[in-house]
C-alpha cells in the first residue's frame, strides 16, 4: 500500500506560479512511477504529466509543455508539480496517483496503470 496526499493548491491570478506537492508514504517510495492529472469541472481526469521512478524520465501533456514541471525528491518521499504561466483553462482538481508499472511509455498516461490516488487538491487560476 502506498498513501498519498497533494497540498499546495490555491487561487492564482492568470499567468501565476503555484507548486503542488504530493508526499507519500507506506511503500518504497523509489519504487514508483508517479504521475499528475487532473478534472475540471464536468469534464473527465485528464493525464498531465508523469516521472519515472529514478526522476531521469519526464513526459508533459501537450498543453502544460514549457510550463509545467514535474520533479521528485526520493529522500522526502515526495513529488512535485511546479505550475508557471498558468491559465484560466488550468483551473482543475489536480491528482497524485502512483504506479508500480516498470514501464515508462503510453501505458502511463493512463489512469488505469495507476494503483494509488491521492484526494485532489483545488487550483483554480482567475482571469
Known amino acids: 500500500q502506498v498513501q498519498v496526499a497533494e497540498s499546495g493548491g490555491g487561487l492564482v491570478h492568470d499567468g501565476g506560479s503555484l507548486r503542488l506537492s504530493c508526499a507519500a508514504s507506506g511503500r518504497t517510495f523509489s519504487g514508483y512511477a508517479m504521475g499528475w492529472f487532473r478534472q475540471a469541472p464536468g469534464k473527465e481526469r485528464d493525464f498531465v504529466a508523469v516521472?519515472?521512478?529514478?526522476?531521469?524520465?519526464?513526459y508533459y501533456t501537450e498543453s502544460v509543455k514549457g510550463r509545467f514541471t514535474i520533479s521528485r525528491d526520493n529522500a522526502k518521499n515526495t513529488v512535485y508539480l511546479q505550475m508557471n504561466s498558468l491559465k484560466p483553462e488550468d483551473t482543475a482538481v489536480y491528482y497524485c496517483?502512483?504506479?508500480?508499472?516498470?514501464?515508462?511509455?503510453?501505458?502511463?498516461?493512463?489512469?488505469?496503470?495507476?494503483?494509488?490516488w491521492g484526494q485532489g487538491t483545488q487550483v483554480t487560476v482567475s482571469s
Open positions: 516521472i519515472s521512478r529514478t526522476g531521469s524520465s519526464t
Open positions: 496517483a502512483a504506479t508500480s508499472s516498470r514501464s515508462f511509455s503510453y501505458y502511463t498516461r493512463q489512469i488505469r496503470a495507476y494503483e494509488y
